[in-house]
């Protein structure tokens, strides 16, 4: 018997829900993590000779063009530093340089580090757009990120973040959203109301269930929850119209939740490594 089921079901005018089943019958890998774009290689922090204005050069690599870009410091006038790299430092707390460009800063990377707090002074860089601070110490986000409304894409994966503030919420521009690998039991209602997000992913967290007004996220397209404990989805879900990928294996259905035929534009679901006792459109 075939180890991918392709069902398709509910046709409705103008769409077709297509379920993709895995591991069902017989073991196959489930795909990796779709990790956002915070996990690309970024390029080491280099400092110019003493000589020259003691400025940080560096580059980050530009997942559209696909070729390295400098930032730009000029001699003369004040230094116009966008992107910092600190990943792989060894770090124990956020370098107290990065304050001195709270103005212009606008992506930084700090992965892989040992850092286990945010100081309140990285929240008053309100040009920042892009954090990244992956497999770091962190046991908490801080109720002061409500200050980065500028922030489009946060990373937070592989620490020990417990909860969202509730004060997420004034976050408004975020788009995306990586909080994998975090003992992260709920979502505040305020995460709801981040109505410009587009990819969320949640993966090997303590989920049991997702807030009733789930469905104001209309924007999202991807939304990854595998290994987490959850049972049924919220039925606001039929409001996620332009949902496409929606990743729930490795959790605890017992049968595939009724709101989910109602998607119209899902294309990709797995439902690997859960209890259902009877295969979508079977008997």
Same mark, same amino acid.
């Given at each position: 018997?075939?180890?991918?089921?392709?069902?398709?079901?509910?046709?409705?005018?103008?769409?077709?829900?297509?379920?993709?089943?895995?591991?069902?019958?017989?073991?196959?890998?489930?795909?990796?993590?779709?990790?956002?774009?915070?996990?690309?290689?970024?390029?080491?922090?280099?400092?110019?000779?003493?000589?020259?204005?003691?400025?940080?050069?560096?580059?980050?690599?530009?997942?559209?063009?696909?070729?390295?870009?400098?930032?730009?410091?000029?001699?003369?006038?004040?230094?116009?530093?966008?992107?910092?790299?600190?990943?792989?430092?060894?770090?124990?707390?956020?370098?107290?340089?990065?304050?001195?460009?709270?103005?212009? *800063? @606008?992506? =930084?990377? /700090?992965?892989? +580090?040992?850092?286990? #707090? %945010? &100081?309140?002074?990285?929240?008053?860089? !309100?040009? $920042?757009?892009?954090?990244?601070?992956?497999?770091?110490?962190?046991?908490?986000?801080?109720?002061?990120?409500?200050?980065?409304?500028?922030?489009?894409?946060?990373?937070?994966?592989?620490?020990?973040?417990?909860?969202?503030?509730?004060?997420?919420?004034?976050?408004?521009?975020?788009?995306?959203?990586?909080?994998?690998?975090?003992?992260?039991?709920?979502?505040?209602?305020?995460?709801?109301?981040?109505?410009?997000?587009?990819?969320?992913?949640?993966?090997?967290?303590?989920?049991?269930?997702?807030?009733?007004?789930?469905?104001?996220?209309?924007?999202?397209?991807?939304?990854?929850?595998?290994?987490?404990?959850?049972?049924?989805?919220?039925?606001?879900?039929?409001?996620?119209?332009? *949902? @496409?990928? =929606?990743? /729930?294996?490795? +959790?605890?259905?017992? #049968? %595939? &939740?009724?709101?989910?035929?109602?998607? !119209?534009? $899902?294309?990709?679901?797995?439902?690997?490594?859960?209890?259902?006792?009877?295969?979508?459109?079977?008997?």
């Amino acid at each position: 018997m075939q180890d991918v089921f392709r069902i398709l079901r509910g046709k409705r005018e103008g769409s077709t829900l297509a379920l993709r089943m895995e591991n069902l019958i017989r073991g196959r890998n489930p795909p990796q993590y779709q990790r956002s774009p915070c996990k690309e290689v970024r390029a080491a922090l280099r400092k110019r000779p003493e000589e020259e204005l003691q400025c940080l050069e560096m580059t980050t690599k530009r997942k559209i063009i696909g070729r390295l870009v400098p930032c730009r410091c000029f001699r003369g006038e004040e230094e116009i530093i966008s992107v910092l790299d600190y990943s792989h430092c060894s770090l124990q707390q956020v370098p107290k340089e990065v304050f001195n460009f709270e103005r212009t *800063l @606008e992506e =930084l990377y /700090l992965d892989a +580090n040992q850092i286990e #707090e %945010l &100081p309140k002074q990285l929240f008053n860089c !309100q040009a $920042l757009r892009k954090l990244s601070i992956p497999d770091n110490d962190l046991s908490n986000l801080p109720t002061t990120i409500a200050s980065l409304v500028n922030l489009k894409e946060l990373d937070i994966s592989k620490n020990g973040v417990q909860e969202f503030p509730e004060n997420i919420k004034c976050c408004k521009c975020l788009t995306i959203i990586e909080a994998s690998v975090n003992p992260i039991s709920k979502l505040p209602d305020g995460f709801t109301q981040l109505l410009n997000l587009t990819q969320l992913y949640l993966n090997d967290a303590f989920l049991e269930f997702l807030p009733a007004n789930f469905g104001r996220l209309v924007k999202l397209r991807i939304l990854e929850l595998r290994e987490n404990h959850l049972k049924t989805l919220p039925k606001s879900m039929h409001k996620l119209a332009q *949902l @496409e990928r =929606l990743d /729930l294996g490795n +959790n605890e259905f017992s #049968e %595939l &939740p009724e709101v989910l035929d109602q998607i !119209q534009n $899902l294309r990709e679901l797995w439902m690997d490594n859960n209890a259902l006792q009877i295969l979508p459109g079977g008997s």
